[in-house]
Each structure stands twice: as structure tokens, then as C-alpha cells.
């Protein structure tokens, strides 16, 4: 053995060791970063709400002023908790994608108003009415700001931690591209990005790291710049070169990544099977879907009628006194499978709308092909005022009670849609159609065409059960903000 290659597996053995405790400090940190900002999240809203009783001095003889400091800190840390399980569905806790400082403060605001929504729910439906109101909204404001300021500051924190003990690994990325653009830009938060490889670019100077040299010099270009990943973000008829440079290996230890060319198809929970000596990844294209969601939906659906009967009644005299026509609207839609069915609206236009819409298709506003338009002149003053607040939805609980529809899953389109899906889009119809969605409380008709259907395939294959909860919990403000209704 020469000691040009001594001195070489040295050095690589020395790089392995360095990469395998970076890497055990990777996976580490994260784990700590979650579960003690979830600690510290549950403290910052229990605190806020703490001094809202301490200042209760501002609203003296408040009804509930004679309740004992301890019931208090009890619905401050029942809130806080919501608050912690709704920030694990957005990713608050992944220390390896840290949010921007809107998306903090949206998520925030978002998450503490369901959270607060909820627990006022829960408060009245057992009865428990003691409870200031201006109590609830002052905690509220001091709970978001406590959170708000915490997390820029913890993120800021785990940042430097991060840095000094597990400093980011360094990426080289295969294919100087419209996809090694993205993926650069994506992981530009975590890792320290080196530039591209390839034979060329077609980037057209728009690239924010360089160019640093042909793929046939992979190899060199990785030991001279101690690159510590390599991702390919090559399509796969360009793949050839790359792969057999990789399978020749490196003179230090480098971990390969790429994007598979099912990328959208591939649901996050997939199982890597090994037959005949050969690697396969296994997955379902629509979640299984447990008993329980249609229990959920049935207990839910009864207790929601019972108590809003009363609103059917003023919405259905509403809508007599306001046009001629019938109170309800039944229009053909499509459920799973392709299974037609009619779904009930309270009408919230003029009885003769379904003619006048081929007048007005020149106006659409929305892509694909749905039909939205902000004033549309078939609508009626009572109508306007059921759609901002989607109180025309409620009678789809019978649909839902029926078993046509369910409180969560996709919107229901009605048979002219479907005729114009591409074969992919046609997915979104695996699954029994719900009252409220992903689309929905990502901001319905603001969300475009394509964009809803792939937020509708996301669901179906990785459907759960906290899935729908967290979409339930997550439409009181979409509804109440009125975001993409019209």
C-alpha cells in the first residue's frame, strides 16, 4: 500500500467517524428541540393566561372572579395542549424545517384561536360558564404574543446549538436545473449547499451557486470540496453517468439522495420490501380507512343537527322571504368510486341559476374546471350572506347521516367536472367526498384547480383519524376568517 492511499484511508476513517457523530447529533437535537419547545409552548400559554387573571383587576365584579386561581391555570393548560397537538400537524416541532417569521406568527394566531375555540366549546358543553369571556380574549393576546416571541427566539437558539455542536452538512447537488434549483433553495436552510455538477446548465445565469464542474469529475470535485451528501437531481434518462460514478465510490464517506420519479405518488408512509435480491417500495394509492371515521361521522353528524335545528328554521324563513323557490337545492354531484349522488344545499341563488350559467361562463374565475365568480348576479342578498359564512353547506349533514358524504374528505364535483379530469385528477374520487377538506382550510376558492387536487391526493393516501380531527378543528377559522369564500 502506498502512502498517498495510507494517508487517504486515514483521512476517511477520521471523516467517517466525524460524519457518524454529526449525524448522531442530527437525529439528537431534533428529538430535544421538540419536546422541550412543546414543554415550553404549554408553559407560554398557561402563563398568558395567568396574567390575564392576575390583571382581572380591569374588569372588577367579573362573573368570574370568584373562581380559584387553580380552575384558571386548569383551562390555560387544557388550551396550551390543544395548542401543542395542533402544532405537531404543522411541523412546528421539526427542527429541520424551521418557519419563516409570517408563517410562525400565521401558525400561531391560526392554531391558539382553534385551540381557544375548542376550549371554549368544551367549557360550555359541560356547563361551565364561569368563565369571563374578556378573560378568554385578553389570555388569548397574551398567549399569542408570549408564543410568538418564544419560538423567534427558540428558533434563533436551536439554530446556534445546532450549528456549534452538529454543524450543517455539506451538499452537492447533481443537476444544475429547474429541480436542483428548488431542491437547492429548499434545503438552503438546513445544509450548506456547495453548488451543482453537470455537463451543463440550464439555469441561464439565474443560479444562486455555482456551476463546479462536469459530472465526469464527480468524484474529484466531492474529496476537494469534503462534500458530505451528493443528491441527484437528474431525471432519470440522465442518470446513467452519475450512477456509475457512485457506484464506483468515494475516497471519503458520502451519503446519496435522490428524488424518485413517482415523487407526488409516493405517500408518506411506504414500506421498502427486498425480493430477488432487489429493493421495492410498497404502498397503497388510497390510505385503508378505519370503521371509526364513519362512527365519527354519524355521533358528530346527529349531534350537530340536534343542536343547529333551530338555525335550519330562521335560514329556511330567511330564504322564503328573501326569493321565490324552494328552501333546499339538490344538485348531482359525484362520490367515491364515481357514484352519483344528490347533495343538499340550502339555495342560496335565484331558481332559475342552472340556466343562466352558460351565459356566464365566460366569467369564471376559477382554473380547471370549476366555476367560481366573486359577484356572481345569480346569487341572492340571503344567499351572499350563507355563502361568506357556508352556512348553505349544513344540509350536507344529511348526505353524511345518508352515508353519501363524509364530514371530511374531498369536495364532491358534479359530473361536468369530471368529465374534463385528466386521468391522474380522477384519483381524488377514491375516497367518499366530506363536508370540509384540505382545500377548505388551505383557503377554497383562492387554492387553484390543480393545487386542490393534489391537497385532495394527500389525504386519501395518508388518511388518519387525527387527520380529520385536525381538519375539523382547523374549518372553525377558515369559516369565521371567510378566506376563499364566495
Do not use: C
Not at 144 to 169: I, K, N
Not at 213 to 218: E, S, V, W
Request: aromatic share 10%; glycine share 8%; proline share 5%.
Amino acid at each position: 500500500m502506498s502512502n498517498v492511499e495510507l494517508i487517504d484511508d486515514q483521512t476517511w476513517r477520521r471523516d467517517a467517524g466525524a460524519l457518524s457523530a454529526r449525524g448522531r447529533a442530527h437525529e439528537l437535537l431534533p428529538r430535544i428541540w421538540g419536546i422541550g419547545s412543546a414543554v415550553i409552548d404549554v408553559a407560554m400559554v398557561l402563563t398568558g393566561f395567568l396574567l390575564a387573571y392576575w390583571l382581572r383587576f380591569v374588569w372588577p365584579d367579573d362573573q368570574g372572579a370568584a373562581l380559584d386561581v387553580t380552575e384558571y391555570a386548569r383551562m390555560g393548560v387544557s388550551v396550551g395542549l390543544l395548542t401543542s397537538l395542533l402544532f405537531i400537524h404543522h411541523g412546528m416541532y421539526d427542527g429541520d424545517r424551521l418557519k419563516s417569521w409570517p408563517a410562525r406568527l400565521y401558525i400561531v394566531i391560526s392554531v391558539l384561536s382553534t385551540a381557544l375555540v375548542v376550549a371554549v366549546m368544551a367549557s360550555y358543553f359541560v356547563g361551565d360558564e364561569r368563565f369571563s369571556r374578556i378573560w378568554f380574549l385578553t389570555g388569548w393576546g397574551l398567549a399569542a404574543a408570549l408564543l410568538f416571541v418564544w419560538r423567534t427566539f427558540g428558533q434563533r437558539l436551536y439554530l446556534a446549538v445546532r450549528q456549534a455542536v452538529a454543524p450543517a452538512s455539506r451538499v452537492l447537488i447533481v443537476g444544475a436545473n429547474e429541480l436542483g434549483e428548488e431542491l437547492a433553495r429548499e434545503l438552503s436552510d438546513s445544509y450548506e449547499i456547495l453548488g451543482y455538477v453537470d455537463n451543463g446548465t440550464d439555469l441561464n445565469g439565474s443560479a444562486n451557486y455555482p456551476l463546479l464542474g462536469p459530472i465526469a469529475r464527480l468524484e474529484q470535485i466531492v474529496s476537494s470540496y469534503a462534500v458530505d451528501e451528493v443528491v441527484i437531481a437528474l431525471p432519470a434518462s440522465r442518470r446513467g453517468q452519475a450512477s456509475a460514478v457512485i457506484a464506483r465510490g468515494f475516497r471519503r464517506p458520502v451519503a446519496i439522495k435522490f428524488l424518485p420519479d413517482m415523487g407526488d405518488l409516493l405517500p408518506q408512509h411506504f414500506e421498502v420490501h427486498h425480493l430477488g435480491g432487489r429493493p421495492y417500495i410498497g404502498f397503497a394509492p388510497a390510505a385503508r380507512v378505519s370503521w371509526l371515521k364513519r362512527v365519527v361521522d354519524v355521533v358528530l353528524g346527529a349531534i350537530v343537527l340536534a343542536l343547529l335545528a333551530p338555525l335550519f328554521l330562521v335560514i329556511a324563513l330567511a330564504i322564503k322571504l328573501d326569493s321565490p323557490g324552494s328552501v333546499f337545492y339538490r344538485q348531482e354531484r359525484v362520490g367515491k368510486d364515481g357514484r352519483r349522488f344528490g347533495m343538499y344545499k340550502f339555495r342560496s341563488m335565484r331558481h332559475d341559476a342552472d340556466r343562466l350559467l352558460e351565459q356566464l361562463r365566460h366569467q369564471n374565475e376559477a382554473t380547471g374546471p370549476l366555476f367560481k365568480m366573486r359577484t356572481d348576479p345569480r346569487v341572492t342578498p340571503v344567499g351572499r350572506v350563507l355563502r361568506r359564512l357556508s352556512l348553505d353547506e349544513l344540509p350536507q349533514l344529511f348526505n353524511v347521516m345518508h352515508g353519501e358524504m363524509s364530514l371530511v374528505g374531498p369536495r364532491p364535483p358534479i359530473p361536468a367536472e369530471v368529465g374534463q379530469y385528466d386521468d391522474w385528477q380522477l384519483g381524488r374520487l377514491r375516497a367518499v367526498p366530506g363536508m370540509t377538506g384540505l382545500w377548505q382550510v388551505s383557503g377554497r376558492s383562492e387554492v387553484p384547480f390543480h393545487d386542490m387536487v393534489r391537497l385532495d391526493l394527500h389525504y386519501i393516501r395518508n388518511w388518519t383519524l387525527g387527520m380529520d380531527f385536525e381538519i375539523l378543528l382547523r374549518t372553525v377559522p377558515a369559516v369565521l376568517t371567510n378566506r376563499g369564500a364566495y
